[in-house]
């Protein structure tokens, strides 16, 4: 009878401590709370016993208080002790996300964020978190790391025997010797079914096979046709090419209406401007019948795609050297050679047989050191090192390695380089 007494008085007591124990643990505020949960973690955490101590952490973390951060950062290097385990990348991805989404997040938190998308790889991911940190915080550590890792790209293979410079998004390909229209993805607009085809432009190209000149639609359909006899024809753009009849050029709309004026040659328009020859030499015309550079010159710089005027500026050829011209007027400056600016960034220029870059005022603003170069599209410019060809920034800074036989210019984030595998396409993972 007294055992059985004593029994129930033990077990009175030990009912009582834990009433009293769960009561202090109620009084507890939150932080003293989140205290002896991020206590107990980190004892189970010098153990290596992660997975118990991710749960109390959790549960820390889940509370607002003034520890909050305390065990998220704890929380982390518990989630990363243990990354490989099943749902563990993904609960420390939620954690980063949530603390880059605070309107007082700092910048060690995009930076932590940007490393681990870059250490996966998910490089779309990190630039993504580095530019919304730059734009949050300012942080010059996250713009080092945003410009060095902000010309990632992919390489996309192709079928293609060569590919032109990209225009308005697209480009002229070559299969099997004939010529049809791609989309900077390598993605077929216009098959490789023409002897001929212009640059793509307001929706339509204009094509040629054996006597037939004729435009088409993206979905190759005619839409037009000359009535007359071309022998050749140049490249469509802002509504405008040139047709080469009876040994003279004349200009024609993209419906392919015949204009009266006739020139010994004439490139392709850009910027309302095309190089031009006359019987007296080559200048800068516009749509109409004016000159913003008369043509006494012996020629204008022109790219491959036959354009020559951009930002205002263009270069016009006399002997063995090519002269700055700006708004029509020679600013004084002049090289050896040139490549044509494009629509934004610096232009090639060579002097004492070495490339380098200048703006619109000929200020040199990368020195000359490049065996050759193409003016800047894109932040991009495409620079020949040692025989090989890449791309250096607009601080001079090789960006993507010198690897390819050949390589243009970037236009809506690709470009079109040769490799020993042929023609191929490299696409930026961003471009802005």
């Given at each position: 009878?007294?055992?059985?007494?004593?029994?129930?008085?033990?077990?009175?007591?030990?009912?009582?401590?834990?009433?009293?124990?769960?009561?202090?643990?109620?009084?507890?505020?939150?932080?003293?709370?989140?205290?002896?949960?991020?206590?107990?973690?980190s004892?189970?955490?010098?153990?290596?016993?992660?997975?118990?101590?991710?749960?109390?952490?959790?549960?820390?973390?889940?509370?607002?208080?003034?520890?909050?951060?305390?065990?998220?950062?704890?929380?982390?290097?518990?989630?990363?002790?243990?990354?490989?385990?099943?749902?563990?990348?993904?609960?420390?991805?939620?954690l980063?996300?949530?603390?880059?989404?605070?309107?007082?997040?700092?910048?060690?938190?995009?930076?932590?964020?940007?490393?681990?998308?870059?250490?996966?790889p998910?490089?779309?991911?990190?630039?993504?978190?580095?530019?919304?940190?730059?734009?949050?915080?300012?942080?010059?550590?996250?713009?080092?790391?945003?410009?060095?890792?902000?010309?990632?790209?992919?390489?996309?293979?192709?079928?293609?025997?060569?590919?032109?410079?990209?225009?308005?998004?697209?480009?002229?390909?070559?299969?099997?010797?004939?010529?049809?229209?791609?989309?900077?993805?390598?993605?077929?607009?216009?098959?490789?079914?023409?002897?001929?085809?212009?640059?793509?432009?307001?929706?339509?190209?204009i094509?040629?096979?054996?006597?037939?000149?004729?435009?088409?639609?993206?979905?190759?359909?005619?839409?037009?046709?000359?009535?007359?006899?071309?022998t050749?024809?140049?490249?469509?753009?802002?509504?405008?090419?040139?047709?080469?009849?009876?040994?003279?050029?004349?200009?024609?709309?993209?419906?392919?209406?015949?204009?009266?004026?006739?020139?010994?040659?004439?490139?392709?328009?850009?910027?309302?401007?095309?190089?031009a020859?006359?019987?007296?030499?080559?200048?800068?015309?516009?749509?109409?019948?004016?000159?913003?550079?008369?043509?006494?010159?012996?020629?204008?710089?022109?790219?491959?795609?036959?354009?020559?005027?951009?930002?205002?500026?263009?270069?016009?050829?006399?002997?063995?050297?090519?002269?700055?011209f700006v708004?029509?007027?020679?600013?004084?400056?002049?090289?050896?050679?040139?490549?044509?600016?494009?629509?934004?960034?610096?232009?090639?220029?060579?002097?004492?047989?070495?490339?380098?870059?200048i703006?619109?005022?000929?200020?040199?603003?990368?020195?000359?050191?490049?065996?050759?170069?193409?003016?800047?599209?894109?932040?991009?410019?495409?620079?020949?090192?040692?025989?090989?060809?890449?791309?250096?920034?607009?601080?001079?800074?090789?960006v993507?390695?010198?690897?390819?036989?050949?390589?243009k210019?970037f236009?809506?984030?690709?470009?079109?380089?040769?490799?020993?595998?042929?023609?191929?396409?490299?696409?930026l993972?961003?471009?802005?």
């Amino acid at each position: 009878m007294k055992k059985g007494i004593r029994i129930i008085i033990g077990m009175c007591c030990a009912l009582l401590l834990v009433t009293s124990w769960t009561m202090a643990i109620n009084r507890e505020t939150t932080a003293e709370k989140q205290l002896r949960l991020i206590r107990q973690a980190s004892l189970l955490m010098s153990d290596g016993i992660y997975i118990h101590a991710i749960v109390l952490l959790e549960e820390a973390a889940s509370y607002s208080g003034e520890h909050t951060f305390e065990a998220e950062e704890k929380l982390k290097t518990a989630y990363l002790a243990l990354m490989g385990n099943r749902g563990i990348s993904r609960r420390y991805v939620v954690l980063l996300e949530n603390q880059m989404g605070r309107a007082n997040a700092q910048a060690e938190i995009f930076v932590e964020a940007a490393n681990y998308y870059l250490s996966i790889p998910r490089i779309t991911e990190a630039l993504r978190v580095l530019r919304e940190g730059i734009e949050r915080t300012g942080c010059a550590e996250l713009t080092i790391i945003y410009e060095s890792n902000r010309y990632a790209y992919e390489t996309i293979r192709t079928s293609f025997d060569y590919i032109a410079a990209i225009s308005e998004a697209t480009m002229q390909v070559r299969r099997d010797g004939l010529w049809g229209i791609a989309s900077v993805t390598g993605n077929m607009i216009i098959p490789c079914e023409h002897k001929h085809i212009s640059t793509f432009n307001n929706g339509r190209a204009i094509a040629g096979n054996g006597s037939e000149i004729f435009a088409i639609d993206r979905n190759n359909n005619r839409i037009a046709l000359f009535r007359g006899y071309a022998t050749a024809f140049g490249n469509l753009s802002e509504n405008r090419i040139a047709l080469m009849i009876d040994g003279t050029w004349r200009r024609a709309t993209g419906e392919l209406e015949l204009g009266t004026i006739e020139f010994k040659q004439i490139g392709t328009y850009s910027g309302g401007f095309a190089a031009a020859q006359t019987g007296t030499g080559w200048g800068v015309v516009d749509l109409g019948i004016n000159w913003l550079v008369d043509p006494i010159y012996d020629g204008v710089v022109k790219d491959e795609l036959g354009r020559s005027y951009a930002q205002g500026a263009v270069f016009m050829k006399s002997g063995n050297s090519v002269h700055l011209f700006v708004g029509g007027q020679y600013t004084g400056h002049t090289f050896e050679d040139a490549r044509p600016f494009s629509a934004e960034g610096y232009a090639a220029v060579r002097q004492n047989g070495l490339w380098g870059f200048i703006d619109t005022d000929g200020n040199v603003v990368i020195d000359f050191k490049f065996d050759d170069a193409l003016s800047f599209g894109q932040h991009l410019a495409a620079v020949e090192i040692d025989g090989l060809w890449g791309y250096i920034s607009i601080i001079g800074q090789v960006v993507i390695a010198p690897e390819y036989l050949e390589a243009k210019s970037f236009s809506n984030g690709s470009a079109p380089v040769r490799t020993q595998r042929g023609w191929q396409i490299i696409r930026l993972l961003e471009y802005r």
